[in-house]
């Protein structure tokens, strides 16, 4: 076997502190990228700030820190609470990313590998993350529904088992008061499920009841309005400061000219990165709405395109996680309500005749179904697929039907007929 020494030469992309930052500027909500301009400007004696005139939301005296902490509201306040904790760098990261990605109602409405995927962690650090913020006040954020924080808040009752399987199982039956069923299917008296249901009903529904969330202000990150036939996207530079070189200090020579060049290269990076932010931004929500139309025609009720973040990207010829870097906690602003806009994707199922249609229309149509059943004799999975095949021409099979039914928290069949 013979040994040599060889030369290869490739292309490598280098991670540097100025590419992480860029990256990260996508990721920023308007107020962010004001407060992260504003510590550029104060580290840097090039970068010169001019602050635009205030804009009248509520109050003609509203600034800049006013608008944060209105949007801060409870979420802000579960932010200083981690930051006071004793956590890993990877920990802080993980729940701070949780936080900002709950509902209104504290619960969690993305999968650990799709949060894993979004801020670039293995599954188990967003395992370990969930168990901090769930210990965090109210106590239960980040359980993904209903179900899930009913369980977790009785974990450490004695009954904890059988308080299980009736949550897990038989809510249904318990909210018709069946008691008598229940006992049957669980071998245990109506006296003791008389008990549970007590129990149950003194849970508290979600984490984030009305009386313990603040007024919240959601930043629009974008406006759309219909200009002429078309929706027209813009962007929302609220607070957004202009930014100009300073060019008193550019003739300084020897060790303190070499501070001054870096401090230049810096500030030329800044303009460029926020001028570059804006672009990106705005040819992503464009291509996002012009695929979209349908459902802001019919005033947010209409039907979903199906659209995927790999759509945009081969569109606006941008990386996919680009894409999704610049629809992370973004918000746009349309004639019907302000939105999250990764609403607007959703994935697709094949038509018999060619095209498709989003899964959110077929959740809808599932949904639709087990509403207008017979509970004495409810539609399996395999009967509500032969429906969507024979009649809406939607090829599906029922195993899709099984995973959409359990994420729009509708039980099986058996589990939902009415007990004579």
């Known amino acids: 076997m013979k040994l040599e020494l060889t030369q290869n030469q490739s292309p490598r992309l280098k991670m540097t502190k100025e590419l992480r930052q860029a990256i990260s500027l996508l990721q920023y909500t308007q107020v962010e990228l004001v407060d992260f301009i504003k510590e550029q400007a104060m580290e840097n004696p090039l970068i010169e700030i001019e602050e635009p005139p205030p804009t009248n939301f509520s109050s003609p005296d509203l600034t800049v820190e006013d608008y944060a902490e209105k949007q801060g509201d409870w979420r802000q306040a579960l932010l200083e609470e981690q930051r006071l904790l004793t956590l890993s760098g990877m920990d802080k990261k993980v729940v701070s990313q949780l936080i900002l990605n709950l509902d209104d109602n504290g619960f969690l409405p993305y999968t650990q590998a799709e949060v894993a995927t979004e801020i670039g962690v293995e599954e188990k650090d967003v395992e370990s993350g969930l168990s901090i913020l769930k210990q965090l006040q109210p106590s239960g954020l980040g359980c993904y529904g209903f179900r899930e924080y009913l369980l977790f808040q009785v974990k450490d009752y004695a009954d904890f088992s059988l ?39 003194s849970l508290s529904p979600r984490p984030m009841l009305p009386s313990t969330k603040q007024a919240e202000y959601i930043a629009p990150d974008f406006y759309v309005e219909k200009v002429g036939g078309r929706y027209e996207v813009s962007l929302n530079k609220y607070g957004e400061p202009r930014i100009y070189m300073n060019t008193h200090y550019k003739n300084i020579e020897g060790t303190a000219g070499e501070y001054v060049k870096t401090c230049y290269n810096k500030a030329s990076w800044l303009i460029r990165s926020i001028e570059k932010r804006h672009t990106t931004m705005l040819k992503v929500a464009q291509s996002i709405v012009d695929r979209q139309t349908d459902f802001l025609n019919d005033g947010g009720k209409g039907a979903f395109a199906p659209l995927q973040l790999k759509d945009i990207a081969e569109e606006i010829d941008r990386h996919e996680s680009t894409v999704s870097r610049t629809v992370a906690h973004k918000y746009i602003q349309t004639p019907f309500g302000t939105v999250p806009l990764r609403m607007f994707f959703t994935s697709k199922l094949q038509l018999h005749q060619g095209g498709s249609v989003s899964s959110k229309y077929v959740k809808d149509l599932i949904r639709e179904l087990v509403r207008n059943e017979s509970r004495q004799k409810p539609l399996s999975d395999q009967k509500i697929a032969d429906v969507l095949n024979r009649e809406h021409t939607i090829t599906i099979s029922r195993r899709t039907v099984t995973k959409y039914r359990e994420e729009l928290n509708i039980l099986s069949s058996s589990k939902r007929k009415a007990v004579q």
């Not at 008061?177 to 006296?191: C, D, G, H, K, V």
């Open 163 to 201: 308080i299980r399987l009736v949550i897990k199982n038989h809510l249904p039956e318990l909210a018709d008061e069946n008691w008598a069923y229940i006992a049957e299917q669980l071998s245990i008296t109506r006296q003791k499920v008389m008990t549970i249901a007590n129990l149950i009903k």
